[in-house]
């Protein structure tokens, strides 16, 4: 068996000067694990998040995308202020 390293690499992030932990395994049990030391905010997030990878290819969302982008470029446009994104959250439900 040959030994590709360590399960995960770490790289430093420029923009921020911190560490950065990018995990090369992408086993279930490693996705438990890291779940299980995310603070519950950013378990909220990571559930977000793959709501959304799960909403980006139905017709309904890219159409609501698309409407919502005509709908803030006609906005600046106008010289409105933009909608922010916790608003788009709050009424995408």
């Known amino acids: 068996m040959i030994d590709d390293g360590p399960a995960w690499t770490e790289r430093q992030d420029m923009t921020k000067g911190s560490g950065v ?3 090369q395994d992408t086993s279930r ?3 438990r ?3 299980e030391e995310l603070s519950d905010e ?3 997030q990571v559930l977000s ?3 959304f990878l799960k909403l980006r290819d139905e ?3 890219i159409d609501y ?3 919502r982008t005509e709908e803030a470029l006609a906005a600046r446009e106008a010289g409105q202020k933009f909608v922010s994104l ?3 959250q709050r009424e995408l439900g």
């Open 49 to 51: 998040f793959a709501e």
């Open 86 to 88: 916790e608003q788009l």
């Open 65 to 67: 995308v698309n409407g």
């Open 29 to 31: 049990d490693s996705l």
């Open 21 to 23: 932990v990018v995990r």
């Open 33 to 35: 694990q890291i779940l």
């Open 59 to 61: 017709r309904w969302f």
């Open 42 to 44: 950013q378990a909220r």
